[in-house]
């Protein structure tokens, strides 16, 4: 084997460690992006949660201050009236 051989192999090793380093980049890049899109998933079903507890508990107040406004009892119940 000639010296030209060896250095020919070890400009070869150089340009494959560039393609794995870029290759590996962009594989990082693609799990950053994808966690990044994740997480903003993540915080809009927290948020959608929330929004919905809020308005569920709205409601609830809403329905109470009614109870309150118009005086029902237990005893206005029949089980006939069912």
Do not use: G, P, Q
């Amino acid at each position: 084997m000639s010296d030209a051989d060896i250095d020919d192999d070890f400009d070869d090793n150089f340009a494959d460690d560039d393609d794995a380093k870029m290759v590996e980049e962009a594989e990082t890049s693609v799990r950053t992006r994808l966690s990044s899109l994740e997480k903003r998933r993540l915080i809009d079903n927290l948020l959608e949660e929330k929004r919905l507890a809020k308005e569920l508990k709205d409601d609830i107040d809403d329905l109470d201050d009614l109870d309150d406004d118009e005086d029902w009892d237990d005893e206005d119940w029949d089980d006939d009236d069912l």
